[in-house]
């Protein structure tokens, strides 16, 4: 059963678990772009979300509504994004905007 929960949580969990993989994030507004968060050892290590990555992905994650997030498992990011803060910085800006998705 789908549980909602805080998006900064999820990624602590993944952080701290140095999971692989990405998360995949729907959002409510009419698009298709699915926010994808990739990890490698539990760093965040690509950001993006249709043709936005990195940095300038980080601040406009701000003006959507989240819905479901779901997790595949050991699938490798495209890229690195080198210009994304450290992991723990995007953990605290997450927690900080209270968003919460529902976990499949």
Same mark, same amino acid.
């Given at each position: 059963?789908?549980?909602?929960?805080?998006?900064?949580?999820?990624?602590h969990?993944?952080h !701290?678990?140095?999971?692989?993989?990405? #998360?995949?994030? =729907?959002?409510?507004? $009419?698009?298709?772009?699915?926010?994808? &968060?990739?990890?490698?050892?539990?760093?965040?290590?690509?950001?993006?979300?249709?043709?936005?990555?990195?940095?300038?992905?980080? !601040?406009?994650?701000?003006?959507?509504? #989240?819905?479901? =997030?779901?997790f595949? $498992?050991?699938?490798?990011?495209?890229? &690195?994004?080198?210009?994304?803060?450290?992991?723990?910085?995007?953990?605290d800006?997450?927690?900080?905007?209270?968003?919460?998705?529902m976990?499949?």
């Amino acid at each position: 059963m789908p549980a909602s929960r805080l998006l900064g949580d999820v990624l602590h969990e993944y952080h !701290e678990g140095k999971k692989n993989g990405a #998360l995949f994030v =729907a959002v409510k507004e $009419k698009t298709d772009n699915l926010i994808r &968060i990739f990890f490698q050892n539990g760093e965040i290590r690509h950001l993006s979300s249709g043709q936005c990555s990195g940095k300038d992905c980080l !601040e406009i994650i701000d003006c959507y509504e #989240l819905t479901t =997030a779901y997790f595949m $498992k050991d699938m490798k990011a495209p890229a &690195i994004t080198s210009d994304l803060p450290p992991t723990e910085q995007i953990i605290d800006q997450f927690r900080r905007s209270g968003r919460s998705v529902m976990m499949q």
